[in-house]
């Protein structure tokens, strides 16, 4: 029988999903990028939506919170799952609204005067059942999923705008966007490029390599040596693992420090992000024990390896998504535009 | 000069314009009168009994005053096209045979000659090398009160790209039969002005054995130095003078030889070979000066024994003073920065921070360390051993993490290997990311240097004057996979291992030396205190 087939079929798939989270997060796994993360999980909540058994819309949402808070569980840093089974909510309230027939205008406009009013409990129950939801939830999610291949060139494309020639940049670590982007610039303009290695996973090794086979002109240096070589720097171009709610950025280990020495150099610092690393998320000051990675302890020492930094919003002048450029006192609105605001907290 | 005067006043006229347009030339009898004056110097130099007459005469030559003639044929012109009139007067007796010599050339003829010699004498001055030694001799005789323009060889370990100053490197080198060093590998554009060698080929390689130019101690410790085994500001000084001490104690002085001219001459390979293993620190350079000197002071009927006792008294004099007096000064005056309760951080492996730590620990102050490290030289992780051994507390991070641990954080502490007269602190790579981010969270930054690390130099970027180590060293392999393993097979990737940065003294809130406790700006101050001393 089709019908328990495929709920079996479809729990084991969430579950190799979740199993794959939980071994990313402890290094045990391949680590994987965030773009192709943010794709798996959207193909399975296309999956959910397609396979699992709802009437209406609220059902259907009810299910995916479950299913997101399960994974979200899984691996808490990787944010961009919590961040893609949000955008999928939003998705399915338009979807319900203009089924139901109300206006997107209408809905904006709600929202503002809420801010104005009390801002009481919503009468939307969502618990009309529409028969075209599904197919039409299904094909949102289609346009979100072609969005999210096309990240990455959409950023690529805006290089030519930011880099001159005979620049010199600096980066860290290493991301595929900001890869992407010093190659695509590359092609036309001649710079050069000093990638900080970013200890102790070394992954700015990689990067460098990548780059100079593209023929870019590029310089390995010690995480120590970012300041004394900050002084040659136009430019500093990086990456990051989230973007929070403030226009602040969850990135890398090492990337503050970098930040604090291109604001005293008075150097613009230039993130590429995709908006799919976008979170409601605030920073969170407790001191979480998954934070940390490969930390030994030996018998009278203790041993620290954070793999993420917090940057605040000040240090940063650029963010370059697929939808453009922004300054980071515009993030809080994109967000807005993005998810809902009772979707924050999943 | 005032019969010569007549027949001048045209060509003085000319002379003047001259100047005015170029601010070069100089008036024929400023020429004759540096000509006269480097003559007398090279006689007072050796007969010693001249200096009361030019005390006077520099003394009725106000303009010229400063620098002793021969040192740049810019400066005079600049001074003495002014005092042109009243400069004939005080020099009759030199002048007046030269005035007699004059008529018998024809002007043209002079004024040729006087160009020749110029663009001679300016073109050796662009190598910078004639520089150096005629000031030398110019700078004892002048008396101390008066303030030196300081000019000064550039080091040759900062001029690689210039082939001229390669080229002379090696005719030394051939000339005292020390082996070249050549560099490894590709070069980041920007430090192309540095030497970057491979700790592969260590110089050694090259000698013959046993080596008959260099003292085997010398050898020894310049391969010390090349492989990184004594590595270290205090550790390298100190080694370098006990070699130097057992040099002494094996020299014997030639016959028809002075010891205290000998033995400096003899010194001088055994410091270039080592500026080849690995080019010299400020520390040791500074050690190097006072023992020249000392040598020098040795009065010339003095016995050979008993001048070798003197020195060797001397050098271990200079070490307990300076090194290890002066560390214990500095651990009293830092214990009055550390109280119970601290969190203190220090970077790599110094050896001053790590005493003051220890006396602390044993006068029973309850703090505990964080030491921050990085790569690719991990010398942190000496400084833990050294620091768990005493049984202090301690906690370790990469200096990527140092963003993070620092709100835990209320005093750092850092060594240096030497302190610019411009403020400016030179330690390892690293040093000034520590104290930029130790800024921005408001915590104080102290600094802990002897004074004998106080360098005359000024810089302000770590640009001009660095070292380059070993590139390879920045290779890693992680889980059996080394990314940049044939990095050099890859024509645009370079790899980029710098030794040393500076760190703005506003980054510095205090600096402990052994003369107490100073702002990072009050080290010009000390400079001229000790030269003041000395």
New interface residues.
């Given amino acids: 029988m089709p019908g328990p087939d495929k709920e079996t079929d479809l729990t084991e798939r969430i579950e190799a999903f979740l199993f794959d989270l939980n071994r990313g997060g402890s290094g045990a796994g391949p680590l994987r990028g965030s773009a192709e993360t943010a794709r798996e999980t959207t193909a399975l909540l296309r999956r959910i939506t397609a396979q699992a058994r709802w009437s209406s819309a609220g059902d259907l949402m009810e299910i995916i919170r479950n299913e997101g808070r399960r994974m979200t569980a899984a691996q808490p840093s990787e944010t961009t799952v919590g961040n893609m089974i949000r955008r999928v909510l939003k998705i399915i309230r338009e979807e319900y609204a203009r089924s139901r027939g109300s206006s997107e205008e209408a809905d904006q406009q709600e929202s503002l005067h809420k801010l104005l009013t009390s801002g009481g409990v919503s009468d939307e129950n969502f618990r009309q059942p529409f028969a075209a939801l599904k197919p039409n939830v299904i094909e949102a999610i289609n346009e979100l999923l072609t969005e999210l291949e096309g990240t990455t060139d959409n950023i690529a494309m805006q290089a030519l705008e930011h880099i001159h020639s005979n620049e010199v940049i600096m980066t860290i670590g290493r991301s595929r966007t900001v890869e992407a982007f010093l190659k695509d610039a590359a092609r036309k303009r001649k710079f050069h490029v000093i990638v900080a290695?970013?200890?102790?996973?070394?992954q700015g090794?990689?990067m460098?390599?990548s780059l100079?086979?593209a023929?870019?002109?590029?310089?390995?240096?010690?995480?120590?040596?970012?300041?004394?070589?900050m002084?040659?720097v136009n430019k500093v171009i990086i990456g990051t693992q989230t973007v929070l709610a403030n226009g602040g950025l969850r990135a890398v280990?090492?990337t503050?420090?970098l930040a604090?020495?291109a604001k005293?150099h008075s150097t613009p610092l230039i993130v590429c992000a995709p908006m799919f690393k976008l979170s409601p998320q605030v920073r969170r000051l407790s001191f979480l024990s998954d934070f940390y990675r490969y930390c030994e302890i030996l018998s009278?020492?203790?041993?620290?390896?954070?793999v993420f930094?917090y940057v605040p919003p000040e240090l940063i002048t650029l963010f370059i998504s697929n939808i453009g450029g922004h300054a980071p006192s515009y993030i809080y609105r994109l967000m807005s535009e993005l998810y809902h605001p009772e979707d924050h907290e999943l | 000069m005032a019969d010569a005067g007549e027949p001048e006043g045209p060509e003085r006229k000319d002379d003047i314009v001259k100047a005015k347009q170029e601010g070069k030339e100089l008036t024929k009898e400023e020429k004759q009168r540096l000509r006269k004056e480097k003559k007398q110097q090279k006689k007072s130099k050796e007969k010693k009994d001249d200096k009361p007459s030019r005390d006077s005469e520099k003394e009725k030559k106000p303009a010229s005053a400063a620098s002793p003639a021969p040192q740049t044929p810019t400066q005079p012109p600049a001074q003495k096209a002014p005092s042109a009139a009243p400069a004939p007067v005080p020099v009759p007796a030199s002048e007046t045979p030269s005035a007699a010599d004059k008529p018998a050339k024809s002007k043209a003829e002079l004024k040729a000659e006087r160009r020749a010699r110029q663009e001679a004498e300016r073109a050796s001055k662009g190598k910078k090398g004639d520089v150096g030694p005629q000031a030398a001799p110019g700078k004892p005789k002048a008396p101390p009160s008066e303030l030196q323009p300081v000019v000064k060889r550039l080091p040759e370990h900062v001029q690689v790209d210039n082939p001229e100053v390669l080229k002379k490197l090696a005719k030394k080198l051939e000339r005292q039969q020390i082996p070249l060093r050549s560099d490894y590998g590709y070069k980041?554009s920007?430090f192309s002005h540095l030497h970057q060698y491979s700790r592969k080929a260590p110089l050694t390689q090259q000698l013959g054995i046993p080596s008959t130019v260099i003292h085997p101690a010398i050898v020894r410790l310049g391969l010390q130095y090349s492989q990184g085994i004594v590595a270290g500001s205090n550790a390298r000084s100190v080694a370098l003078l006990h070699a130097f001490k057992q040099v002494i104690r094996d020299y014997t002085t030639p016959p028809n030889e002075e010891l205290s001219r000998d033995l400096v001459n003899r010194l001088k390979p055994y410091i270039s070979f080592l500026n080849q293993c690995r080019p010299l620190s400020a520390s040791m350079g500074n050690a190097i000066k006072y023992i020249k000197k000392e040598i020098s002071n040795i009065p010339s009927q003095c016995k050979e024994e008993e001048a070798k006792r003197k020195l060797l008294n001397c050098i271990d004099c200079y070490i307990n003073e300076k090194i290890v007096l002066a560390a214990k000064a500095i651990a009293k005056y830092s214990i009055e920065k550390i109280s119970d309760g601290d969190v203190i951080l220090v970077y790599g492996c110094s050896s001053l921070v790590n005493h003051i730590l220890c006396e602390a620990f044993e006068k029973n102050r309850k703090f505990r360390v964080i030491v921050v490290d990085?790569?690719?030289r991990l010398e942190g992780r000496e400084a833990?051993r050294r620091l768990?051994q005493k049984g202090i507390?301690?906690?370790?991070?990469?200096?990527?993490?140092?963003?993070?641990?620092l709100p835990e954080v209320s005093k750092v502490f850092l060594g240096a290997h030497a302190l610019l007269a411009n403020g400016y602190v030179m330690s390892?790579?690293?040093t000034?990311?520590i104290a930029?981010?130790a800024k921005?969270f408001n915590v104080p930054v102290l600094v802990c240097c002897e004074t004998y690390k106080f360098c005359e130099r000024v810089q302000t970027?770590?640009?001009v004057s660095n070292e380059l180590d070993d590139p390879d060293d920045?290779i890693?392999t992680?889980t059996g996979t080394t990314?940049?393993e044939h990095?050099q097979e890859?024509?645009?990737?370079?790899?980029?291992?710098?030794v040393y940065?500076?760190t703005p003294p506003d980054f510095v809130d205090l600096v402990i030396t052994d003369l107490g406790m100073i702002p990072c700006t009050s080290v010009p101050v000390v400079l001229r205190v000790k030269n003041v001393d000395q």
Avoid: M
């Fill in positions: 290695e970013c200890a102790p996973f070394c090794h990689e460098a390599t100079s086979k023929g870019i002109e590029t310089t390995v240096i010690t995480d120590a040596a970012i300041f004394a070589v002084s040659r280990n090492g503050h420090t604090l020495a005293h009278k020492v203790n041993v620290h390896c954070p930094d | 980041v920007l990085s790569r690719p833990l768990v507390n301690c906690t370790y991070v990469l200096i990527s993490a140092v963003s993070y641990i390892r790579v690293g000034s990311q930029l981010v921005a970027d770590s640009f920045l890693v992680r990314q940049l990095w890859v024509p645009s990737l370079g790899l980029l291992n710098l940065d500076v």
